[in-house]
């Protein structure tokens, strides 16, 4: 328990979560104590087989945690240089699209929804089953099945399709146009 409270507290940078972390991070002071290697930087080739070796590790894992174990952590909001008004966190690039935009485009979908379950209304339950199955399916129904289905042909249900989505389109742009979110 107090291994873990002093891994813990040591850093604000979780570390540690392996077991060849933690070995590393309890034994590798004394290890170097032991091969008179405090004072040096990276650990020489010699030193750092030597290290890796006795406990086990990765040699990797010796350069990774001698590294963090040698240098505090820094803030991201200490500045570049002290005359500067510059912090190291202007230099982290964010590579996701920004919460405005994400906002945007959520309430741009809740309002194209609004406005296609409105229009969906102006058409009847045929039309509007048709046009479903048709366009608003990720798999759409062949024009056979839904032939089929209401015992007409191919080219009358593709003419169903068509006039159907010719009205939505027309009550969803007049939808738009009370709505003001488009002019004439």
Known sequence: AIQEYILHSW???KMGTTAAQKKLFFNLRKLKGQLQAMEEGD?????????????????????????RLASPDHSLNAPLRSDSEGEWQ???VD?????????GERQELGLRRDL????????????????????????????????????????????????AFEKLQKAMKVAAVERRLVTH
């Open 43 to 67: 650990l020489s080739p010699e030193n750092l087989k030597k290290i890796a070796t006795e406990l086990d590790v990765p040699e990797a894992d010796v350069v990774s945690m001698n590294r």
């Open 11 to 13: 850093s604000l940078v």
């Open 116 to 163: 296609l379950e409105k229009a969906m209304t102006h058409l009847n339950d045929r039309e509007r089953h048709i046009l479903t199955e048709r366009r608003l399916q990720e798999n759409p129904t062949t024009l056979e099945d839904l032939s089929q289905q209401y015992g007409i042909s191919r080219e009358r249900v593709r003419q169903i399709e068509v006039r």
């Open 95 to 103: 590579e996701s699209e920004s919460q405005e935009a994400k906002l």
């Open 90 to 92: 202007d230099w982290l």
